[in-house]
Nanobody
Framework: QVQLVESGGGLVQAGGSLRLSCAAS????????MAWFRQAPGKEREFVAA????????DYSDSMKGRFTISRDNAKNTVYLQMNSLRPEDTAVYYC????????????????WGQGTQVTVSS
């Protein structure tokens, strides 16, 4: 079992930055690939980024490449999402997820989810 708690969301102006954190409890954190998804009002939950269990490999949605960076600290059981050059269209609830299935970018590959943290980008 893995329990996930996100933090770090808030209100920021366009062009600004935020760093999200996701603290995990449970002894199997380092065995899981970790990911961030987001869901805007009226839209489907979409993939943002993922990182391998070791932290060596990462993957990003095309619209986030170059602006967002995912990282993890297995000693602290925490995964991060650094978001730079934020845009109003980045406004969404951001969810942390953990899983081991082979497909990185699909919701069904992740077994554990946090409750989400709201990110609002004003223009």
């Amino acid at each position: 079992q893995v329990q996930l708690v996100e933090s770090g969301g808030g209100l920021v102006q366009a062009g600004g930055s935020l760093r999200l954190s996701c603290a995990a409890s449970g002894r199997t954190f380092s065995n899981n690939r970790m990911a961030w998804f987001r869901q805007a009002p009226g839209k489907e939950r979409e993939f943002v980024a993922a990182i391998s269990s070791s932290g060596v490999f990462t993957d990003y949605s095309d619209s986030m490449k170059g602006r967002f960076t995912i990282s993890r600290d297995n000693a602290k059981n925490t995964v991060y999402l650094q978001m730079n050059s934020l845009r109003p269209e980045d406004t969404a609830v951001y969810y942390c997820a953990a899983g081991q299935a082979p497909t990185w970018g699909t919701r069904s590959s992740y077994d554990y989810w946090g409750q989400g943290t709201q990110v609002t980008v004003s223009s």
